[in-house]
């Protein structure tokens, strides 16, 4: 079983920086690929970022590609998302979730191949 605790949400001003934490325990040696989700009010969850943590391979939605990145620290079982150059459509509340195993390319930023998720931290970015 695996458990993970986000950190790091906040408010910031357009054009501003957070830097979002997610904490990993239990069987984390088995979590094959971690990711940063966000569901705003009235939308449906996206993903934003994923990283294999087999190989640090990262892959990055269209709209978040330039500005987020995605790290992970392996002696700390943590997987931080950067995010600059924040925008209003940034506002959401960001999950972290964990995949065990393998997992097809066409299904990386689809929730439903995620079984592990933290309670979410909020970010919110004014004009």
């Known amino acids: 079983q695996v458990q993970l605790v986000e950190s790091g949400g906040g408010s910031v001003q357009a054009g501003g920086s957070l830097r979002l934490s997610c904490a990993a325990s239990?069987?984390?040696?088995?979590?094959?690929?971690m990711a940063w989700f966000r569901q705003a009010p009235g939308k449906e969850r996206e993903g934003v970022a994923l990283?294999?943590?087999?190989?640090?391979?990262?892959y990055y939605a269209d709209s978040v590609k330039g500005r987020f990145t995605i790290a992970q620290d392996n002696a700390k079982n943590t997987v931080y998302l950067q995010m600059n150059s924040l925008k209003p459509e940034d506002t959401a509340m960001y999950y972290c979730?964990?995949?065990?195993?393998?997992?097809?390319?066409?299904?990386?930023?689809?929730?439903?191949?995620?079984?592990?998720w933290g309670q979410g931290t909020q970010v919110t970015v004014s004009s």
């Open positions: 239990g069987y984390t040696d088995s979590s094959n690929y």
């Open positions: 979730a964990a995949h065990r195993g393998m997992m097809f390319a066409s299904r990386r930023f689809s929730s439903s191949s995620y079984s592990y």
């Open positions: 990283i294999s943590t087999d190989y640090d391979s990262t």
